[in-house]
């Protein structure tokens, strides 16, 4: 009986360990995530897309729960980020906000991008996909994003 009743108790006091330990993040507009995951990886392909990856990162207080959130940027964006000079406030938010901007060198050859046009904020990778990879062997939670 005191076998069962020590059991018990270790079964409730880890389960009440594990759920303090949990991330919870909270918002000023009252959206909860409740995962375990502190890294994040999403793959986009427009300026829609973009825009909503950077809203989430900033709802999700990156710097305030020590999250990382990494945006990869594929496909037209990547022409985009370089040449639409109204993209230059969403690279500030990025960085105001703590996410992480990379972008595919593939796809900038294949647009016909000039590479020196790429903010310096904005790191460049040989090949999105294998990036994203990398990421997901990193134990990034991670998501592609296409239009």
């Known amino acids: 009986m005191k076998s069962l009743f020590t059991t018990i108790l270790s079964v409730l006091l880890l389960s009440v360990t594990l759920l303090a330990t949990a991330q919870t993040s909270t918002n000023t507009n009252g959206?909860?995530?409740?995962?375990?995951?502190?890294?994040?990886?999403?793959?986009?392909?427009?300026?829609?897309?973009?825009?909503?990856?950077?809203?989430?990162?900033?709802l999700m207080n990156l710097k305030k729960n020590g999250y990382i959130f990494e945006i990869v940027m594929v496909g037209k964006l990547a022409k985009e980020i370089a040449e639409n000079k109204e993209l230059k406030a969403d690279i500030e938010k990025s960085?105001?906000?703590?996410?992480?901007?990379?972008?595919?060198?593939?796809?900038?050859?294949?647009?016909?991008?000039?590479?020196?046009?790429?903010?310096?904020?904005?790191?460049?990778?040989?090949?999105?996909?294998?990036?994203?990879?990398?990421?997901?062997?990193?134990?990034?939670?991670?998501?592609d994003i296409q239009s």
């Open 31 to 58: 959206l909860i995530y409740n995962g375990t995951s502190t890294k994040f990886g999403v793959m986009i392909t427009d300026v829609m897309h973009f825009k909503v990856a950077l809203e989430t990162a900033e």
């Open 95 to 143: 960085e105001a906000v703590g996410a992480k901007l990379v972008v595919c060198e593939y796809a900038l050859d294949l647009f016909k991008v000039d590479k020196s046009k790429i903010d310096k904020r904005i790191e460049i990778t040989k090949n999105a996909w294998l990036y994203m990879f990398e990421l997901k062997d990193k134990g990034y939670n991670t998501l």
